[in-house]
């Protein structure tokens, strides 16, 4: 600013009282005066652009960074999902050896227990025979008590049709 007002004043005096080469050295100041501005506002222009673009560099990087992230949280709520229905499926496998190791342990028992009346019946032959003539008298009363309930059926029907 100063160097403007001061090539302002110089061009104001009158060119009576300066020598030919005094009027040249002004008018290099000025021309150099000039130049320089033009050179600043260009060095402005060039930083604001350098500036608007870091910024909007950044701004994008962000996005990205926060974009990532999401990404990211996103993958790992996922992975700790996928993590859970593994512990589930462990869980229900886990159950059904129990339930097999069960099922063979009472397999054993009946094994056993079956073994144990099997033996009891060939000590004793005569358990054998009683056990046969109360299957067959409990087969007699089964027949029985099925003609006894058709034949009431029967009369009941032909009652209430007459």
Not at 54 to 75: E, F, M
Not at 85 to 111: C, G, I, K, P
Not at 116 to 124: A, K, P, Q, S
Request: proline share 1%; net charge positive.
């Amino acid at each position: 600013m100063q160097l403007e007002e001061t090539n302002e004043r110089l061009g104001v005096l009158s060119s009576e009282f300066l020598s030919q080469s005094m009027l040249r050295a002004i008018q290099r100041h000025r021309e150099v005066f000039q130049d320089n501005a033009r050179e600043l506002k260009r060095t402005k222009t060039s930083v604001k652009s350098a500036l608007d673009q870091a910024n909007l560099l950044s701004g994008v990087r962000n996005d990205i960074d926060a974009y990532k992230s999401s990404a990211a949280d996103a993958l790992l709520a996922e992975r700790s999902r996928i993590d859970s229905s593994h512990r589930m499926t462990d869980d229900v496998l886990n159950q059904a050896y129990e339930t097999r190791s069960e099922f063979a342990r009472q397999r054993t028992s009946l094994a056993g227990i079956n073994t144990r009346m099997m033996d009891t019946l060939n000590t004793m032959p005569g358990i054998n025979n009683v056990i046969g003539l109360i299957k067959s008298r409990r087969r007699r009363d089964h027949i029985i008590l099925g003609v006894v309930i058709g034949v009431c059926i029967i009369l009941l029907l032909t009652y209430m049709w007459n």
